[in-house]
């Protein structure tokens, strides 16, 4: 406007002036209030949140640490665990190999005691408790490498449960050194900087309940795996010991009926040797009968030549002389005699020769059976018997040497 103000309007245009002004400062009061009051409240509320921040924390470190320790307690315990166990497997491989000595001198027994000679080469019981004895250490071969087998398999599951709770602790110290290190920062820190775009919860974060009941799984089929190794172990403690004490009652009855049956060997040779005895002096005197009989019948010969030669020269009586009188009917009935005697002194002399001659091979037979019976006795006694001397022991057979 060209025109110059009134004086009311001069009036007014400062009356204005001061209401704006008056306005503005009112209203700038009141932002300058709010701003405080604001910033006191966000002040608050910043403290209050970051200490319930670090409590939360604090309180997951408390989760963290329970968590570390019962995964920390049950790899020790599965490590320990795992070293019992293959200390069993120790004694498992022992065990497993002390067998092979009573194997081969079960074997060896049986081989050495084909060599005895008919009629010792018997199905006696020696060699059924021999043949009970081999079955006996096959079948405890078997069931021992069945049981090695499993406690190999079970020390592998064991390394396995403890790698992965090794996994899982490994993560949760991190996480915990990581956690710590968060609930250490404070507005005074200087290491603490923005990092835009980090308040945010990952796709593949789990949840709480999927975080304990992972670590609660892994500790869980530890303990499992844990408690059928204690398991095993007990298994194997008592399977070594029944296979030690089977086996020692095994050889006890083998050299039962080792003794045994030497004992009846030796009573057999003893009753041979007698018999022997017996029948030699038998065959002594029955010869020195064949050398009378032979002696009897030669001592028959002079009266034979006597009385032949008395009727011979009797027949040479001349005429009427020429008679059958009592002498030539004596001297006739001695020729008789005579050769009645020399025929029945043969007789017994072939009777006499042939049960010399049976008494001759009875008298081998009876050597035969006596050296039949020293062999098998060497077999039996030095052989066996003293193989198996070196028949392992309750200990060396229960895998503890």
Request: net charge negative.
């Amino acid at each position: 406007r060209t025109a110059k103000y009134l004086p009311e309007e001069w009036h007014q245009h400062h009356y204005a002036q001061y209401h704006h002004a008056f306005a503005d400062r009112d209203c700038s009061e009141r932002c300058r209030r709010q701003a405080q009051s604001l910033a006191a409240a966000t002040a608050t509320l910043a403290q209050r949140t970051q200490e319930e921040s670090t409590a939360k924390v604090g309180e997951r470190l408390q989760d963290l640490h329970f968590w570390k320790s019962e995964l920390q307690k049950e790899i020790q315990d599965l490590a320990a665990e795992t070293e019992l166990l293959a200390a069993q497997k120790v004694r498992l491989e022992r065990a497993l190999d002390a067998t092979e000595v009573p194997y081969s001198i079960a074997t060896d027994n049986l081989q050495c005691r084909e060599r005895r000679q008919p009629p010792d080469l018997v199905r006696d019981q020696v060699e059924v408790e021999l043949l009970k004895e081999a079955e006996l250490i096959r079948n405890i071969q078997e069931l021992l490498k069945r049981t090695l087998m499993q406690a190999v398999n079970q020390m592998q599951l064991n390394r396995d449960h403890k790698q992965i709770c090794e996994m899982d602790w490994s993560d949760k110290v991190e996480t915990y050194n990581i956690d710590e290190k968060c609930g250490r920062y404070n507005n005074q820190s200087t290491n603490i900087q923005f990092h835009p775009g980090s308040a945010k919860f990952e796709e593949s974060a789990s949840t709480p309940e999927t975080w304990a009941k992972f670590s609660h799984d892994n500790i869980y089929r530890a303990e499992r795996e844990r408690l059928a190794s204690v398991n095993l172990r007990s298994l194997i403690d008592n399977i070594l010991h029944d296979v030690a004490e089977d086996l020692r009652m095994q050889c006890a009855l083998v050299d039962e009926a080792f003794a045994k049956r030497c004992e009846e060997m030796e009573d057999a040779k003893h009753k041979l040797e007698h018999h022997l005895k017996k029948t030699l002096k038998e065959i002594g005197d029955q010869e020195s009968n064949i050398a009378s009989l032979k002696q009897a019948i030669k001592d028959k010969e002079a009266p034979m030549k006597v009385a032949q030669t008395r009727l011979y020269d009797r027949s040479f009586r001349p005429n009427v002389d020429l008679c059958r009188d009592p002498a030539q009917f004596r001297l006739i009935s001695e020729v008789e005699e005579l050769t009645e005697s020399i025929e029945l002194l043969k007789k017994q002399l072939q009777e006499s020769e042939q049960s010399l001659r049976n008494l001759e091979d009875t008298r081998m037979n009876l050597e035969k059976e006596i050296a039949v019976k020293a062999n098998s006795i060497f077999i039996d006694r030095q052989k066996c018997m003293a193989h198996r001397t070196r028949y392992p022991g309750v200990l060396k057979l229960a895998g503890y040497q």
